[in-house]
């Protein structure tokens, strides 16, 4: 899959006024959709990985990483005050603030052959033996997302390698997932799991939170009942609700668990493993 490279130099013209708020909101939204103006020349097919360089007085160094959901386009009217030139729509799925971005010394280190130094053009392709140390190099700078850490951090694997499965803003949203757990717990509302119990310490806190009513249906006005709109999956099940655009239910999901012979069943401690080992050399001794 190609890579390419998106220059922004916010001080030449190409002004990004809302990017600070726009680094906040992407936490909880988990993508944000800008047209960014190419080369002519640029051959960029959707899926690709788009990376985002800041260059000019602010420091440059790569600050965000995102996703091309379009073909290159030249637009009917002017886009971000643009007068003209070809564009691709980028769905940006990870932004570091301004002053946190990886410095051209760390990123020439290890992968020398993209000219961190010379971009200038936006739609510059990576060459694609240094993909993997730039994937590299993003993943030890861009910290984790804390809610959904079992997904790997945009920008570390080859999109053609990802399956992509969406969620909404509140799901994603810290806020309303503490409310959502202090009232329903950690446990799985459609299969019972919870990765305390299994796992132990470590495992305490960690589930996914969904939300009950698809984002197609919430007006621009709605309020969210952390209680009454979120439940707790586990990945599991969170993903198997999103396997259809219009997700399912627990109840839904729990009659498909049912209807595939699937017998919830209990953690049992040490001692009670020992009472029914004991029991059975019981039963077998007679």
């Known amino acids: 899959m190609v890579a390419v490279l998106l220059g922004w130099n916010p001080g030449a013209g190409t002004t990004w006024p809302e990017y600070s708020r726009v680094v906040d909101e992407l936490a909880a939204a988990g993508v944000h959709r800008?047209?960014?103006?190419?080369l002519n020349s640029s051959k960029v097919m959707?899926?690709?990985?788009?990376?985002?360089?800041?260059?000019?007085?602010?420091?440059?160094?790569?600050i965000g990483h995102g996703v091309t959901a379009s073909a290159p386009y030249r637009p009917a009217r002017d886009v971000e005050g643009a007068a003209s030139g070809t564009f691709v729509d980028v769905d940006f799925d990870a932004l570091l603030p301004l002053g946190d971005q990886i410095p051209v010394d760390v990123l020439t280190a290890r992968a020398p052959l993209s000219g961190w130094n010379t971009i200038r053009a936006p739609g510059r392709r990576i060459p694609e033996e240094e993909e993997r140390a730039v994937r590299a190099i993003w993943a030890e700078h861009l910290p984790?997302?804390?809610?959904?850490?079992?997904?790997?951090?945009?920008?570390?694997?080859?999109?053609?390698?990802?399956?992509?499965?969406?969620?909404?803003r509140y799901e994603r949203s810290p806020q309303a997932r503490?409310?959502?757990?202090?009232?329903?717990?950690?446990?799985?509302?459609?299969?019972g799991f919870s990765f305390e119990a299994v796992y132990g310490p470590e495992g305490e806190g960690f589930i996914h939170v969904h939300h009950l009513t698809p984002a197609s249906q919430l007006g621009p006005g709605y309020e969210l009942d952390p209680i009454g709109d979120l439940v707790p999956l586990c990945p599991n099940c969170h993903y198997m609700a999103h396997r259809r655009p219009v997700p399912y239910t627990p109840a839904e999901l729990r009659a498909m668990m049912s209807g595939a012979g699937h017998?919830?069943?209990?953690?049992?401690?040490?001692?009670?493993?020992?009472?029914?080992?004991?029991?059975?050399?019981?039963?077998?001794?007679?």
């Open 34 to 38: 800008r047209p960014w103006r190419i």
């Open 46 to 62: 959707p899926g690709a990985d788009a990376w985002l360089f800041l260059v000019g007085q602010a420091g440059s160094g790569l």
């Open 144 to 168: 984790p997302d804390g809610i959904d850490p079992i997904l790997p951090v945009p920008g570390t694997a080859p999109q053609d390698a990802l399956t992509r499965v969406g969620m909404n």
């Open 178 to 191: 503490r409310i959502c757990l202090a009232h329903h717990g950690t446990s799985c509302a459609a299969c």
């Open 263 to 286: 017998i919830a069943g209990a953690v049992l401690s040490q001692q009670e493993l020992e009472a029914q080992a004991a029991a059975q050399r019981i039963l077998e001794s007679r």
